[in-house]
């Protein structure tokens, strides 16, 4: 029989009796750290934790944390010593550290290569020319004339300005008018991707999972509703999305993820035009909040498929287990205590999936989220933005 695939050199593992399971270093404390170390859990898989806060939300579960600048070489070196593998809760370990991380030895899941395409927006868009996947035109610009030259080789203003490093949630992003707004982006000293402003009747995301022997999965083609560009409820499947384009998006991720070199979780975001075409808008190497309905829509969630994926197992299957799911984002409002609101949830909905991130509350926050699934889109739908919103305080009965 052939070992098991996976490092599995146990270097922490340490279980008694000889024993030894492999450890997972994750860079990062957030909430996908989290949510991986909660997956990785059943199949006693360890885990080990560098995070820049004993207060960050992973921190507060994990057992073995490291409190530590993942912008600093040697912390990172230090941490790694002791894990098997090391993936990421985010994508701002810089790419060089990554790259001393693999000379001394230790697999870097994704690997740097792959992973400064979900770090540089400019890079990526390069990336995506050459391998023929559909982007919005695009190119770099070096001042606001350079602005106003690029919307003039098009239909002209608006376009859409953003720095190639260092967004997220739509910061970084700028919907400018007119040569007079374009000023901003460029005084953080960063370089600037212009694009053109993309008519699109929907945002959608293509998630795939794939491992370092090329075994890949591929979820339903989900649908995001963003709300002030932060992503407000997840859809899953796409409503009336054809068979024709959710299979030429899973194709195009999957495409993506094999002429990268990706491993673990890739989330390709897309707009689906007005004239039905998909555009890649970015990739997310890492589990992604377009795929928090697989912890309880899908026989396998990402967070599960993240871990093997990064242990080279074979992959869990990716389909769901009900017509719909929706996921639906619990935000910081004005009201801190949002345990008193579980008594009303739960008891309205005994169905309802509560994921909490041990976030302080503050306005606008990701603090948590709720799955609901079911036969009924409209049911489904309803049952998950009430609860969402009784969370957070919006909706109060
Ligand atoms: P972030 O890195 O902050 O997630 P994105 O590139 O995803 O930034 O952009 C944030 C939001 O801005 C998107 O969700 C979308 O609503 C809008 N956006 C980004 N690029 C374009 C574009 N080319 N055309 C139209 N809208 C866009």
């Known amino acids: 029989m052939p070992a098991a695939a996976g490092p599995g050199t146990g270097s922490g593992g340490g279980y008694p009796g000889g024993v030894t399971f492999p450890v997972v270093g ?36 994990v057992s073995d944390v490291v409190i530590g600048d993942y912008r600093d070489l040697e912390t990172l ?29 230790i697999p870097v899941r994704p690997g740097p290569d792959a992973l400064v395409h979900a770090q540089d ?19 770099i610009v070096s001042d606001p004339d350079d602005v106003a030259a690029f919307a003039a080789e098009g239909d002209g203003f608006p376009v859409i300005l953003k720095t190639v490093r260092g967004g997220y949630d739509g910061k970084g992003v700028w919907f400018v008018r007119s040569v007079e707004d374009a000023a901003a982006p460029f005084l953080a000293g960063v ?15 293509a998630n ?56 673990g979780h890739l989330a390709v975001e897309l707009f689906e035009t007005t004239d039905g075409r998909i555009l890649v808008n970015e990739l997310a190497m890492r589990p992604h909040n377009s795929g928090h309905w697989t912890q309880d829509g899908a026989v396998t969630s990402q967070f599960a498929n993240h871990v093997r ?43 309802l999936k509560i994921h909490m991130y041990g976030k302080d509350v503050k306005p606008g926050r990701k603090v948590g ?16 933005r009430h609860a969402a919103g009784y969370l957070r305080g919006t909706i109060t009965e």
């Open 309 to 351: 994926a990064v242990l080279d197992l074979p992959l869990g299957d990716p389909r769901p287990r009900a017509p719909w799911t929706v996921m639906a984002n619990v935000l910081g409002g004005d009201y801190p205590d949002m345990y008193q609101a579980y008594l009303h949830c739960m008891a309205r909905d005994p169905q």
């Open 77 to 105: 070196r230090a941490f790694a010593r002791g894990c098997d593998v090391i993936t990421f809760d985010h994508e701002h370990v810089p790419t060089e550290h990554l790259r001393a991380l693999e000379a001394d030895g």
């Open 191 to 205: 370089p600037v991707l212009a694009e053109e402003k993309v008519d699109y009747v929907r945002e959608l995301a």
């Open 369 to 384: 989220h709720v799955n609901t699934f079911g036969d009924d889109l409209e049911d489904v739908l309803e049952r998950a």
């Open 121 to 139: 927006k400019g890079v990526m868009r390069a990336r995506l020319d050459e391998i023929g996947a559909p982007s919005p035109r695009h190119r």
């Open 26 to 61: 994750m860079v990062g404390g957030g909430q996908l750290a989290r949510m991986t170390h909660e997956a990785g859990i059943p199949l006693g898989i360890r885990f080990k934790l560098l995070s820049d806060t004993p207060q960050d939300s992973a921190a507060q579960v």
């Open 208 to 263: 795939i999972v794939r491992s370092p022997h090329g075994q890949a999965v591929a979820y339903p083609v989900v649908e995001s509703v963003q709300v002030d560009g932060v992503c407000d409820t997840v859809i899953a499947p796409a409503p009336h999305l054809s068979e024709e384009l959710a299979g030429e998006a899973q194709a195009l991720a999957l495409k993506i993820a094999a002429e990268l070199g990706v491993t």
